[in-house]
């Protein structure tokens, strides 16, 4: 029976999360949506439905993968829910077809089954292509058309016959709370009392979770597609499609036939976002609510890029188009789960048609078992985002430059431009002042080296490496790091999140949500993970503890805030604040960080006062500060934390206390890599919920012999079984290489992998790149290739650390 579970909205979502939800035993359920069903006026009603697996993010394959298959088993009446034309992503000029190759290795990554084509093999997949214009294809097999109406109505009849309350025409107008958790729903014919509202309101995402007083960042914007006359060359078609679906990225446009039609939807015209507030209701709307007047200027240079494309469309006409609305979030990912303000009212926002029956199931694992186990849903929590990710302006600006960029070749650090900047630490001023080149991750300023560093180049010559990697990249990165090794240098770490965790029974909780033992004496530090209750990890954490009640934990990032808030003690005792933006962080770290940070103190910094993971508050010059003995760049140093209006003397007095020891400011590339040749992981790129600590090569980070704690469970049950994947370090043959994480890892022609992050070692001369391999490949010596675009690097399995396995630069 399962809980009193309100679902808004039977779009593609709202309908299969009641499939989902209903075939796992609860049925104490009822979908309501304000039109009328199956076709009730949202994106889903008019959508045409392509399937394209292939994403640079793997769970958004794996939500696909689970929609194809899923889809692959419904039919209504007989008549399909989707059909497997496969797909073709064309290239038509040499960066798109290299473009085609990154794609190519995320599937490969991912496990999808993926070919390049040549012109002639592209060609004889799809006759109406131009083959004098094609470059090369990526065919995806297994991709097609999902028939969404048809899913709809196919979904809500098995739930309904599980028991599933279907109210269409009814209109959701208030969402009832009480205490900071959900009771029921108002609707226009009446209320409903309800344990759990789930959100499935697409494009009216925003306006329903208002209606909760939460704020979702998701923008409907509007989208172009058009279909044309009849064409001869389709006459007398006697199935809807045949042909594999097009993408033409470089010229923002898709494809794909009905009957004798082709669909063309077009990307490359202005954003036109829409406050939800405005869509029409379905009884005012002119076709429906989620179908705005066609523009056609807008759509013009897209019909004519299809044209060059498809020959047979210059002939023909556009027989109907529309300007629909869909929705768009800060990240391009969905917004799942619980929110944090509001106990019981979950949402399941943002989702394409592409990942509907996926992101479904993830939701209705998530709600009947407290944690999905069959996605890694870390990159789609609603509860993500930091604070200035909520506001309007910055959701508006950051959803209109994903539409525009959404076809576009981004690299991995490829930064928002406006607005600009959003966050900045207390040292900016300074690092301007050093020519710093700033990236932005979370709307914090991140240099990534400093122009005033390029002297050192004449002590430290680096060589460019390829392509992709020379793209937000200088040679003084590399010249950072070697004089990082080699001397003294300044990280600021200031967007690294941090939490205070306060009270009485703070000791108690950390002790229960870590894997480590943080309860340990005041000015002790400990490395350790949060864990799921399946035992994946969470987050790495450092606790340090700063009093008897009183903990500081660096976390790395809102959902870590949200994780510690949820399991907080009902009985007041424990309290969790970010202190991230009242305070900073300057890491000090070098061989001769010492004797920089020991002249500006006069409490003793020694090895024997100070020790490696130990911590203590002192003076830094004038600034108040928490000093903690630890680096991430595995150097001698400190992570110095004051208050934000003391940062700025705390660099200068730093600065001038450098200046004899040859001190220099380096960048977020310099520390990439020293991280790297350290082996330390980064959460989030190198390792998820979906890899336990043993696998992750984290297991000195639990302390399985301390009482219970959360995860203990599952990691016991495991500990007798060898972990069958390894997170393992390898170094490239070739030192001209440099990759950039997610490509496929192959032996022989078979996949067995994939990088997680990449960077060149500038202080071990070879480039590096860590990458998930079946636990058999992962031995030291072992040979591999790494697939980079269209080109193989020969790889080795290396024992880490690359540097210092001994700890004594650390420890010293
Ligand atoms: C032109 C166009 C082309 C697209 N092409 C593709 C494609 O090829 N492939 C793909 O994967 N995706 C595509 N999409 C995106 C896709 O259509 C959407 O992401 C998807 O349909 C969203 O499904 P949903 O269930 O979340 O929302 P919807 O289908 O919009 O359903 C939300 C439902 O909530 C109901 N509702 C809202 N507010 C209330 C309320 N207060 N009370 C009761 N009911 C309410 C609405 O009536 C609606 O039925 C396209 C979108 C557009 C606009």
Known sequence: MGPKVVVIGAGVVGAALVDELSA??????????????????????????????????????????????????????????????????????????AELHRRHGWATSWGLDAQILSPEQTAARHDLLDPTVVLGGLYVPTDGLAKPVRTIEAQLRLARARGVAVLDRHEVTAVRTEGGRVTGVVTDRGELAADIVVCCAGIWGPKVARMAGIELPLTPLAHQLAWSTPLPELAGATTEATRPILRHQGADLYLRERDDRIGVGYYGHDPMPIEAE???????????????EFTPNDYAPGWADAAALIPALRTAGVAEGMNGLFSFTPDNMPLLGESARVRGFWVAEAVWITHAAGAARAVAEWLVDGFCSSFNLHECDLNRFEPHQLSPAYVRA?????????????????????????RTSPFYPRQAGLGGYFLEALGWERPHWFEANAGLLDRYPVRRPNDWAAMHWSPIVGAEARATRDGVAMFDMTPLKRLEVTGPGAATFLQWLTTGNVDTAVGRVTYCLLLDADGGIRSDVTVARLGPARFQVGVNGNLDLDWLTRHLPGDGSVGVRDITPETCCVGVWGPRARKVVQSLTTDDLSNDALRYFRCTTTYVGTSPVTALRLSYVGELGYELYTTADCGLALWDALWAAGQPFGIIAAGRGAFNSLRLEKGYRAFGVDMTYEHDPYEAGLGFAVKLDKEDFLGRDALVKRSGTAPVRLLSCLTLSSPAEVVLGKEPVYEGDACVGHVTSGAFGHTIDRAIAYAWLPAELAAPGRRVQVGYFDRRFDAVVSAEPLVDPGMSRLRG
């Not at 104490?28 to 640079?56: E, K, Y």
């Not at 394959?61 to 497997?84: I, S």
């Not at 950051?398 to 959003?422: I, T």
């Open 24 to 97: 796992r035993g609860w049925t104490d359920i009822t979908i309501i949506d304000q039109g009328a069903l199956p076709a009730a006026g949202g994106s889903s009603s008019h959508a045409p439905g392509l399937v394209f697996q292939v994403n640079s993010a793997k769970v958004m394959t794996k939500l696909a993968g689970y929609t194809v298959r899923r889809l692959g088993e419904l039919d209504l009446d007989g008549q399909p829910c989707f059909l497997p034309v496969g797909s073709i992503e064309v290239a038509t000029s040499p960066a798109r077809l």
């Open 278 to 292: 405005d869509i029409a209701s379905p009884a005012d709307a002119p076709v429906m609510p989620s179908v705005l």
């Open 398 to 422: 950051k959803d209109c430059q994903n539409y525009v960029e959404v076809y576009d070749a981004l690299h991995p650090l490829e930064p928002m431009l406006d607005p600009r900047p959003m």
